[in-house]
């Protein structure tokens, strides 16, 4: 039977957690907001159209950020770059030692791979936990982390890194926020997750343009003749929320079968059915460019014939994938393209910089969650000492010690 992330018993008995301080990626460089992390059902919070479906969603701005953001950095006892479940238990451990953390990912939604890939399949080897979601799991450690009051920058790659002079390190986002970190812990995993690109020749030169991973702005697409590929919740959701305003919508997915909310597909069908939009089972094959300009694409159904698709603007929705990107550039040493660190304090080659999950390598490394669970407690220890040398470092129960209890808000 298909897990579904919502309503299953092993969510019984958790108390749906509060919610949690995220900076906005866009326009409000200084404002923050709320956001449920129930807010993500299955994996189309990435961009999901404003209104959808789930009403939970959140609606996070499309714009860029605001020159304000760029202009002040942030001062940070230490930044985790990435939100998965490493990076969100490296929070917590930090906390317990009183060590305050910004938390920086490119997706606008935390808990990476188990969020973004897998959300509704259950989980069986967390200790204790006999099976956990794994959407459950980030929704668990979020509120785990919540009485540390970790900042989370949501929609926010870290593209730059440097060590500065005064040993502290300078990071900042492609959307424009920087950080002034006395520590870095890189909880990257795979990488950052970028869209799966349309794949057809001569594609590259209109992307960002006539061709988009996302939508920026829906006011734009009003009156235009869209095509839109995937068969996912954004696809879907993107669908409904567009063919209103579109002067024409076709919608192309390889199969028959949908992995979107089966309620948006009877919506979609019944469009298609009122002749108010066309479906077509297909894959992209080319481009239809005259003088320079995208007029429509060719789309290959799975007989093999040709469908020419009029269109100004074509969305692709074929979800994301990880990349390690921009972290094989800041001259950390690498193997096999992961960072190489130490077993005792999980620091890279570089002092003061620390890597914890999929991202790092050593020997015997294993790729499991519970592996990042124990290097971000011992990776904590080894960042306490790199800001505070002088501070005697003490091992302290959460059960017994008055201070944890104090840390974590908790009475004696
Ligand atoms: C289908 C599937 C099933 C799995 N099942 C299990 C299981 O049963 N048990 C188990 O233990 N493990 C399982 N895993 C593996 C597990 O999901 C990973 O080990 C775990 O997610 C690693 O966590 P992480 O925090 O290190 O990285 P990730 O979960 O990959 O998160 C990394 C985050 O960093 C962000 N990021 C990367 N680069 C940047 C950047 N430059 N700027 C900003 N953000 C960035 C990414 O967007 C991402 O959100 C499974 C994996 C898959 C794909």
């Not at 959140?58 to 940070?76: C, E, H, K």
């Not at 006539?210 to 235009?224: F, T």
């Not at 460019?289 to 040709?306: E, F, I, Q």
């Not at 519970?370 to 000492?385: P, Y």
Request: with cysteine; glycine share 10%.
């Amino acid at each position: 039977m298909r897990q579904t992330r919502h309503g299953q018993s092993w969510r019984a008995g958790l108390a749906r957690p509060a919610y949690y301080k995220v900076q906005r990626e866009a326009g409000a460089s200084s404002a923050s907001f709320t956001v449920s992390p129930y807010a993500r059902a299955g994996q189309t919070l990435y961009n999901a159209p404003p209104n959808s479906a789930n009403s939970e969603r959140p609606t996070l701005s499309q714009t860029a950020p605001s020159a304000a953001s760029a202009a002040a950095p942030i001062s940070a006892e230490v930044v985790v770059i990435g939100a998965g479940p490493c990076g969100l238990f490296q929070v917590f451990e930090l906390g317990l030692l009183g060590i305050s953390a910004h938390v920086v990912d490119s997706l606008k939604h935390p808990g990476g791979q188990c969020a973004e890939l897998y959300p509704d399949k259950p989980i069986y080897d967390i200790p204790a936990i006999p099976v956990c979601g794994a959407q459950e799991l980030v929704d668990r450690l979020l509120q785990q982390i919540k009485p540390f009051k970790a900042e989370l920058h949501l929609g926010h790659e870290v593209t730059e890194f440097a060590r500065r002079d005064d040993g502290r390190f300078h990071l900042a986002t492609a959307g424009g926020l920087i950080f002034d970190a006395g520590a870095v812990v890189i909880a990257a995993g795979l990488g950052s997750f970028q869209p799966r690109r349309i794949g057809v020749e001569g594609a590259e030169v209109f992307e960002g343009g006539p061709i988009q991973y996302r939508v920026k702005s829906a006011a734009e697409l009003a009156g235009k003749r869209l095509v839109i590929f995937g068969g996912g919740d954004s696809a879907l959701d993107w669908t409904l929320e567009l063919l209103p305003r579109a002067a024409s919508l076709d919608l192309v997915h390889r199969r028959k079968e949908f992995r979107a909310a089966p309620a948006s597909v009877s919506r979609m069908r019944e469009q298609v059915a009122a002749g108010r939009m066309r479906l077509f089972e297909g894959v992209p094959q080319s481009l239809i460019v005259n003088d320079g300009t995208v007029r429509g694409v060719n789309v290959k159904s799975p007989d093999g014939a040709l469908h020419a698709l009029d269109a100004e603007q074509l969305l692709v929705f074929f979800g994301l994938h990880p990349k390690l990107g921009p972290i094989a550039d800041w001259g950390l040493a690498l193997e096999k393209r992961a960072l190489r660190v130490d077993t005792e304090k999980f620091q890279t080659s570089l002092p003061g910089v620390f890597a914890v999950g999929d991202i790092n390598t050593y020997p015997g490394k294993k790729k499991l969650i519970l592996s990042g669970f124990h290097e971000a407690a011992l990776a904590a220890f080894g960042i306490q000492h790199h800001l505070y040398p002088q501070k005697k470092q003490f091992l302290q129960y959460t059960t017994t010690s008055p201070v944890m209890h104090q840390r974590l808000g908790v009475p004696d």
